[in-house]
């Protein structure tokens, strides 16, 4: 039994949906089998150097054998929606071409499993695993990717459109900008200004035109992109600071919700990147009008807020997690959340991913106590029901991870799970925050 946290008396609206989120590359192992070819990810976590302690996602979580198991403990958690992903080169070899009916036969397999135990499924088309095949020939530098993106979701969808109620074309494009092509930490590894905009810019369009090809098989099913968005404030009272962190906001956040709530990008930004990106030559007539295809659903993957000082630089004002790059501010959330409606209006919105990492340890009991996630997650729901009661139409809330897993650059050294992976034995054990999780969701209360 969970010690029982002190409770904060939060109702939520009746109907409110509990969940967890995983994605593939991170979970799944079974990197060669039934026909998978490798993705970028592949390569990356393979090449020396590029990964702590050189682990691969090969293994992961096994969850492509055990799965099974593992939604009989989501169900035994209570969790009544489920966030996964689905491996683009599981399903089309090489990115390209036919379906491969062995890959597309797992998530048939998820999708059912899920359903016979109540659980609604959420399907993301890419989360991050771009087919190698496809970066040999220029990745999202090259326009035909968006091309094949919309082709592999056609056909995803003809499959499933019915049994998955939402789903998510693009996760986080801008950690794909700013990790693959800024900063290199994530595949394919560049540090490039001249390219990453570029890539931007072919996202939101893959984006846009896998809307338009999932439409017609996805019934009254919905769908829309997963945006990580980061509330940025001034680091002090500076005219300068406001400046700086107007811009710091349209690299963030702007850049990937005007073009598809507005149809165009920040011109703020778009001035900005000039400056040293090609990007807006890449910008063809029409592309605007494609990647503002309504949307019916807004995924929000929220972490962390961002100090912008006189100069642009960040700093930080918040105790910081196991990660680096994430400061502990749940009140970022209900700020990013108002924020949304007012600046884009009244869309649907869900929570696909909140979490953070903490140094778990398997207890001589055989308990994993996680208070850090608990205090955390409990305050960042509150700062949900907060912007629920500002008028905030909110739906729906995912914990970031389901389970431990691949945590990129990180490797299995970051911890996210609500359930404990003993990587060893694939163990998996719930951690006190799952115990705890489960009585917030039986009680829809925090
Ligand atoms: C997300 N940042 O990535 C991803 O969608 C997950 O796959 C990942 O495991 C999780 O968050 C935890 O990292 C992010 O720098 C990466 O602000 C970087 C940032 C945010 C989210």
Redesign the pocket.
Known sequence: QPIPEPTLGLSFPTGFVWGAAT?AY?IEGAAAEDGRTPSVWDTFSHTPGKVRNGDTGDVAADHYHRFAADLDLMKSIGLSSYRFSISWPRVIRDGKGPINQQGLDFYKRLVDGLHERGITPMATLY??DTPQALQDAGGWENRDTAYRFAEYAAAVTEALGESVPTWLTL??PK?VV??GYLNGGHAPGFRDPSKAYVVAHHLMLAHGLAVEAARPHIGGGRIGPAL?L?PCYPADESPEAAEQTHLMDGYENRLYLDPVFRGEYPRDTLESIAEFSPMAKYIKDGDLKIISAPIDVLAV?Y??PIYVTATGGTVQKHPLTE?F??QIYPRGLTDILVRVKKDYGDVPLTIT?N?LPTPDQLGEDGKVDDAGRIAFLRDHFAAAHAAIAQGVRLESYHV??FMD?F??QEGYEQR?GLIYVDYPTQRRIPKRSALWYSDVIHANKV
Do not use: L
């Open positions: 994605s991170q989360h991050w996760n986080e950690t700013q990790n990580n980061h993957q972490y962390t990660a790059w994430q991913e979490g970031w991870s897993n945590e990129w996210w």
